[in-house]
């Protein structure tokens, strides 16, 4: 079956970086696009970023710039690097696979 298991979230003062890992099993990874998402507290989950079997890139307007998805297929794992992370960046940065299944979710956390 499907699973998709997140790494590297944490507590970052404003300004730092962090990098986000989806290990993905069960599939043939290369042949699917990937996803990041997000949700704050008391808000809806949101779109960040997304990468398509071919390595083309897609993001949100508010992390275009800061944030960078990228895979890699021999580690079947995607990962978003996170620079100059914001207080408005605190949230549970999910991954999904081809816009069908979840990760469990993994807590980011900006503050001073």
């Known amino acids: 079956q499907v699973q998709l298991v997140e790494s590297g979230g944490g507590l970052v003062q404003p300004g730092g970086s962090l990098r986000l890992s989806c290990a993905a099993s069960g599939i043939i990874f290369s042949a699917f696009a990937m996803a990041w998402y997000r949700q704050a507290p008391g808000k809806q989950r949101e779109f960040v970023a997304h990468i398509t ?6 993001y949100a307007d508010s992390v275009k710039g800061r944030f960078t998805i990228s895979r890699d297929n021999v580690k079947n794992t995607v990962y ?11 949230a549970v940065y999910y991954c999904n696979l081809d ?14």
Not at 53 to 58: A, E, I, L, Q, W
Not at 99 to 112: E, I, L, Y
């Open 53 to 58: 079997s071919g390595g083309n890139t897609k």
């Open 80 to 90: 978003l690097q996170m620079n100059s992370l914001k207080s408005d960046d605190t």
């Open 99 to 112: 816009g069908s299944f979840w990760g469990q979710g993994t807590q980011v956390t900006v503050s001073s």
